[in-house]
């Protein structure tokens, strides 16, 4: 046995404790801590200890390599989250893997609507693209949250600054073509904030970087932009572009009657630079999860 496998089995031992009580006791005779005692129910809740699954519920439903991944995750409310959705979606460990990267616990604790941020999760290729844009982005890595106040080129700056984290962030196709995209009409300039094209879509995708809230007045001029590059930057074999208006607020019943009816499919999402709270993620598991 490797030294990389014996160290494995030892955090998998301390990470999930009560497993134990499905294995011979002759872990406690190699000098291991007693194995504490759970209920029989699948799911237990108290006020101080976050949620956890049986051993039974846990063996029964995840293999080795599904354990390997979550013991990636060090929060323990984190990991029952994971544990959880992976029961309850029959997630393979790829499935797993990719939701722990894309930052699914924070970016589920922080939606209206969590069961769509969860569906969008599974391991496959996008159908529309709709399947693609999330709501909140989470933009913790750029490092604005320290400033008192901060303009829309300084969110932008900080984009660009840190391309690749932005990218991952997007998700899986996005490539990156400008910043500060200049089209003009009558000598009047117009910029679009960030230009990205999607490999698997096809098609462009515009990005309008707001530093407040969703105003009515965005949505005309994303449709103003996405008219230009559907007549003058579209290849054959292109798809119509899309555009993405990032905001640090809306309304989402404003957001559905402006965009609603436009030519183009324009979708507004919030921009987060600062993760929740642990309170607010405890309350999102305890009040959420639950598995039948």
């Known amino acids: 046995m490797s030294l990389t496998n014996l160290k494995l089995f030892r955090q998998f031992y301390y990470t999930y404790p009560e497993i134990g009580q499905?294995?011979?006791?002759?872990?406690?005779?190699?000098?291991?801590?007693?194995?504490?005692?759970?209920?029989?129910?699948?799911?237990?809740?108290?006020?101080?200890?976050?949620?956890?699954?049986?051993?039974?519920k846990l063996l029964t439903n995840l293999s080795f390599s599904h354990f390997i991944e979550l013991l990636r995750v060090d929060a323990p409310l984190k990991r029952r989250f994971y544990e959880v959705e992976t029961i309850?979606?029959?997630?393979k460990v790829r499935?797993?893997?990719?939701?722990?990267?894309?930052?699914?616990?924070?970016?589920?604790?922080?939606s209206t609507d969590k069961a769509s941020v969860i569906e969008k999760t599974k391991d496959n290729r996008p159908s529309?693209?709709?399947?693609?844009i999330k709501n909140p982005y989470l933009l913790d890595f750029l490092g604005l949250s320290e400033k008192p106040e901060y303009s829309e080129n300084d969110l932008e700056k900080a984009i660009i600054d840190h391309l690749q984290n932005f990218l991952t962030e997007l998700g899986h196709g996005f490539c990156f073509e400008a910043r500060q995209k200049r089209i003009t009409f009558d000598n009047i300039h117009y910029r679009i904030d960030l230009v990205f094209y999607h490999r698997i879509l096809k098609c462009h995708i515009l990005i309008d970087l707001k530093i407040g809230k969703f105003a009515h007045a965005d949505a005309g001029q994303m449709n103003l932009y996405l008219n230009y590059y559907?007549?003058?930057?579209?290849?054959?074999?292109?798809?119509?572009?899309?555009?993405?208006?990032?905001?640090?607020?809306?309304?989402d019943a404003l957001v559905e009657y402006t965009t609603t009816g436009l030519s183009h499919e324009v979708f507004v999402s919030k921009y987060l630079i600062q993760l929740p709270s642990k309170e607010i993620l405890e309350e999102f598991i305890r009040g959420e999860l639950k598995i039948k």
Not at 23 to 34: C, H, N, V, W
Not at 232 to 249: H, K, Q, T, W, Y
């Open 22 to 56: 499905t294995m011979s006791d002759q872990f406690e005779q190699l000098g291991f801590p007693s194995i504490r005692q759970t209920p029989s129910d699948q799911i237990s809740e108290s006020a101080n200890q976050p949620i956890y699954l049986s051993p039974e």
């Open 88 to 91: 309850k979606n029959t997630w």
């Open 95 to 110: 499935e797993l893997e990719r939701a722990i990267d894309t930052l699914l616990f924070e970016r589920t604790g922080l």
């Open 128 to 132: 529309k693209i709709s399947d693609l």
């Open 230 to 251: 559907r007549k003058n930057e579209m290849s054959e074999g292109d798809n119509p572009p899309v555009g993405i208006i990032l905001c640090a607020d809306k309304n």
